[in-house]
Nanobody
Framework: QVQLVESGGGLVQPGGSLRLSCAAS????????MGWYRQAPGNQREFVAAIYVNGITKYADDVKGRFTISRNRAGNAVYLQMNSLREEDTAIYYCQAILPYGPAWGQGTNVTVSS
């Protein structure tokens, strides 16, 4: 069982930056494809970014050039550097790990972009 714990959310003004972290622990917690999703109030959960086992990254169109996903060398933590934040980036951000038996999710961290 893999546990994912997100941190780094908070309140930031438009144009500001935040860095989210996700720590994975438990059996098979290293070396998985990992990603970030978000869910705004009243909306469905949507894909934000992913980093694959081979290091390739993928982004949703509306965060390209503003967000950067990365991971640590041990392969059990993933980060999301978010720059030039907009009010529409306000959401709960969830970490995901793709495991052999299916995806695992964290509990989410709240990001609010507001002046």
């Amino acid at each position: 069982q893999v546990q994912l714990v997100e941190s780094g959310g908070g309140l930031v003004q438009p144009g500001g930056s935040l860095r989210l972290s996700c720590a994975a622990s438990g059996r098979n917690s290293r070396g998985n494809t990992m990603g970030w999703y978000r869910q705004a109030p009243g909306n469905q959960r949507e894909f934000v970014a992913a980093i694959y086992v081979n290091g390739i990254t993928k982004y949703a169109d509306d965060v390209k050039g503003r967000f950067t996903i990365s991971r640590n060398r041990a392969g059990n933590a993933v980060y999301l550097q978010m720059n030039s934040l907009r009010e529409e980036d306000t959401a709960i951000y969830y970490c995901q790990a793709i495991l052999p038996y299916g995806p695992a999710w964290g509990q989410g961290t709240n990001v609010t972009v507001s002046s």
